[in-house]
Nanobody, 121 residues
Framework: QEQLVESGGGSVQAGGSLRLSCAGS????????LAWFRQVPGKERDYVAS????????YYSDSARGRFIISRDNTKNLAYLKMNRLTPEDTAVYYC??????????????WGQGTQVTVSS
């Protein structure tokens, strides 16, 4: 069973940046695709970005493309989401998940506990 732990969330003003980290343990981290999702209260979990197991293919939602960068370091069992030009609409709990590179949350078997990102105007 894999364990994922997100970190790096916090409060930032609009236009600022944050880098989220996702640390994996318990099964070969490098063997699986990984994604970031986000969720606000009362809404479904939304896809943000995903990356292939080797890190050579990346995918983004329309809202993330051009502002966010997903990456991974399999030697350290870490993945990252660098978020730039943040807006209040980016405020959410951000989750990492492994097992696929799709946009469907149901395709992912393992999830972290989430990290809160709050962007103030």
């Amino acid at each position: 069973q894999e364990q994922l732990v997100e970190s790096g969330g916090g409060s930032v003003q609009a236009g600022g940046s944050l880098r989220l980290s996702c640390a994996g343990s318990g099964r070969p981290f490098s063997a699986y695709g990984l994604a970031w999702f986000r969720q606000v209260p009362g809404k479904e979990r939304d896809y943000v970005a995903s990356i292939s197991w080797r890190g050579d293919s990346t995918y983004y939602s329309d809202s993330a493309r051009g502002r966010f960068i997903i990456s991974r370091d399999n030697t350290k069992n870490l993945a990252y989401l660098k978020m730039n030009r943040l807006t209040p609409e980016d405020t959410a709990v951000y989750y990492c998940a492994t097992g696929a590179v799709t946009q469907r949350a149901a395709d992912y078997a393992y999830w972290g506990q989430g990290t809160q990102v709050t962007v103030s105007s």
